[in-house]
């Protein structure tokens, strides 16, 4: 089965700290070994992770987008959103992990981050979780 859990973001670009959803939906899943995937159905926003112990890291990585992707570059798409399309790009839609002993197995410092380029908007997310 796949989980759908709906996410609000509140700004145009937002970075939501997802990781303890994600763990109470492999303990809702009663998964013990196994494998976590995430899915995001959306072509402005994308999922990854990184660092969720400093705050400044998810500011830098957003700040350095910016830099990377200016809102203003003679993009052709009409809907005036390139920017986050080509965002959402680089981010990624998926992620997969591991689970043992009923949690995701991430490092000391990381969590899963659902990253909104186009907001506010009302999003969602997949996830499916297999048994070994
Ligand atoms: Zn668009």
Redesign the pocket.
């Known amino acids: 089965m796949i989980y759908k859990v709906d996410i609000k973001t509140i700004s145009r670009v937002d970075f939501k700290d997802i990781t303890r959803r994600v763990n109470e939906i492999v303990a809702k899943s009663g998964v013990i070994n196994g494998i976590c995937y995430i899915y995001v159905p959306h ?2 926003a994308g999922v990854m992770i990184n660092e969720h112990a400093d705050p400044d890291v998810v500011r830098d990585i957003e700040a350095q987008l910016d830099a990377m992707v200016p809102q203003h570059s003679g993009y052709r ?6 920017p ?2 080509i965002k959402a790009t680089l981010i990624g839609d998926s992620e997969t992990l591991f689970v043992e002993e009923g949690r995701l197995v991430l490092g000391t410092w990381q969590g899963i981050f659902f990253a909104e380029f ?1 907001g506010p908007r009302s999003r969602h997310i997949f996830i499916k979780i297999t048994s070994d």
Do not use: L, M, P, Q
């Open positions: 072509t402005t798409h009409r809907e005036g959103n390139s986050a399309h186009d």
